[in-house]
């Protein structure tokens, strides 16, 4: 009879990180032990504790881990485009789950929902992104949607376009929401600016902007906490 085949060193840790996670909650793992446990079921015949440390290593954080595209995933030794999508499926089930407590609800009276929202769906975008909130006569969510998108500092905004939008939607406000892909949520000139030129289109139409939103990798500036609207 062959000798058996010794078990490789990683399936016991596999289960004694299980064992931790089922015993002790999911508080008790390092960022990185929950991406090993995230991993199990994706890649499960290799020692998946040097691809999690590399995840970590190169976007920094697990949020922007599971913001990155497939591209960037694909760099990381180890990781192919089966473990990529299913990233991308955990990344789209996060932010449907973010956008549950705001939905249907008065966003001026759930605002730390709506932060949390906006936070995971802007705060690692590569490019300059403006997305326009539209509520209703209670303050309700009608749409959530891209109105611009351009470059590193750049998105172009266009009034007109935001005021024919909010009519054909019959919004009776905005809350207006943009990222700054350097980091620094502060407002920039223009900012202020493009804010001021949106506020005054919309007064026309006796459409309100309750804030303006600007989401940077470790804040949120609101233009209305700021005394700017």
Not at 163 to 181: D, G
């Amino acid at each position: 009879m062959a000798p058996a085949t010794p078990q490789p060193h990683w399936m016991g840790h596999r289960d004694r990180l299980r064992r931790r996670l089922v015993d002790r909650g999911p508080k008790a793992l390092d960022d990185h032990e929950l991406l090993e446990v995230l991993l199990f079921a994706i890649i499960p015949r290799r020692d998946v504790k040097p691809i999690a440390k590399d995840l970590l290593k190169r976007f920094g954080s697990l949020s922007a881990i599971l913001s990155a595209d497939c591209k960037e995933l694909l760099r990381i030794d180890g990781l192919g485009g089966h473990t990529a999508t299913h990233f991308l499926a955990l990344r789209e089930a996060l932010s449907r789950a973010s956008f549950e407590p705001i939905r249907r609800r008065p966003l001026i009276s759930s605002w730390s929902a709506l932060l949390a929202y906006v936070r995971t769906e802007l705060q690692h975008e590569t490019r300059e992104q403006l997305r326009v909130l539209f509520l209703d006569r209670k303050n309700q969510l009608i749409a959530d949607e891209i109105l611009g998108h351009g470059t590193v500092d750049h998105a172009p905004v266009y009034p007109r376009e935001v005021a024919r939008r909010a009519i054909e939607l019959a919004a009776s406000a905005l809350i207006l929401v943009h990222n700054h892909p350097s980091g620094d949520p502060s407002p920039s000139r223009s900012d202020i600016d493009m804010t001021r030129a949106l506020i005054d289109a919309l007064s026309a139409f006796e459409i309100a902007i309750h804030d303006h939103l600007i989401v940077g990798h470790h804040g949120i500036f609101s233009f209305k906490s700021d005394g700017l609207i």
